[in-house]
């Protein structure tokens, strides 16, 4: 089931967009969930039975119709992760919480799954068979790779068997012709959750991660987070002006990058709904909006 989560309904529409567009091509079955409800991380520090009882009714939802949990986003996926680990762990929560969910016809047990989007690219889609359907090949792209914290930490929910140093978006970017080079700030922060307290200290140190890019000589950040993205793509013109530099990087989501590869039009994966430079890669790959 794709639980989509508050930030791609409320704005990143581009990321449901592409996520589908690619899911669809390769034939993954899936429903959608059928309502819009957080997940519940936010309240985890102000109630942690409210954050397990709505990140649980997700769950139940899903198992209901005897389906895993799909999310494509990284603070979603770890969110469900953890309740699912603290309900199975204490049966006295996991009672109090299906006291709550019974009004509504519906019990957790817990015995599902919560994937993320990559990871579903990886295990059950595939680099070959990715292989064997690219048209546009993404060649003389220079891409850097952004994880984001909460798809490799805590490391038993990471997403790549090594989360000091992952490979996975690299090896998907590279199947469809690109190239993805290590570098020193790959695991930085998106510095979402430090906006909460010191916005001037978080696009401080957004900064210094997009300078970073631009100088080595990168085309673009490749992300798979709503939140990182929308930290690094919306902040990037308040941030030139408090470092006193022009900083001009497009930011752009893995699974767009894939759709366009499949032979996708830019509007097909919602290209036209990002806000950063977007033009500037596309024309390195003989791609337009015309």
């Known amino acids: 089931m794709l639980y989509q989560g508050c930030m791609i309904w409320s704005s990143q529409y581009q990321y449901e967009i592409s996520a589908r567009k690619i899911l669809d091509f390769f034939g993954v079955n899936y429903k959608v969930f059928p309502e819009q409800q957080c997940c519940g991380k936010p309240l985890m520090c102000v109630n942690i039975n409210t954050w397990l009882t709505l990140a649980a009714r997700i769950m139940a939802i899903a198992e209901k119709e005897g389906l895993d949990v799909l999310t494509l986003c990284n603070g979603c996926y770890l969110s469900l992760n953890e309740a699912r680990k603290i309900l199975l762990e204490s049966p006295e929560k996991k009672e109090l919480v299906n006291r709550i969910l019974g009004k509504e016809d519906l019990k957790f047990s817990g015995e599902l799954r919560i ?113 990182c993205q929308q930290s690094y793509e919306t902040r990037q013109k308040r941030i030139s002006k408090m470092m006193k530099e022009k900083i001009s990087v497009p930011v752009v989501y893995l699974t767009q990058l894939i759709g366009l590869a499949l032979g996708m039009s830019p509007r097909e994966v919602g290209l036209d709904l990002n806000m950063s430079p977007v033009e500037r890669l596309l024309g390195k790959i003989g791609l337009s909006f015309d």
């Open 115 to 227: 994937k993320h989007i990559v990871s579903v690219i990886w295990e059950d889609i595939g680099l070959k068979k990715i292989s064997e359907n690219v048209k546009v090949k993404l060649s003389g792209l220079k891409l850097a790779s952004h994880y984001g914290c909460h798809s490799l930490r805590p490391k038993e929910f990471s997403i790549d068997s090594n989360p000091e140093n992952p490979r996975i978006i690299e090896e998907i970017l590279e199947v469809l012709g690109a190239e993805s080079p290590y570098y020193p700030e790959k695991n930085d922060c998106c510095m979402i959750l430090m906006s909460n307290v010191d916005v001037k200290g978080a696009d401080l140190l957004r900064g210094k991660k997009l300078l970073s890019i631009q100088r080595r000589g990168f085309d673009g950040m490749v992300t798979i987070c709503p939140l």
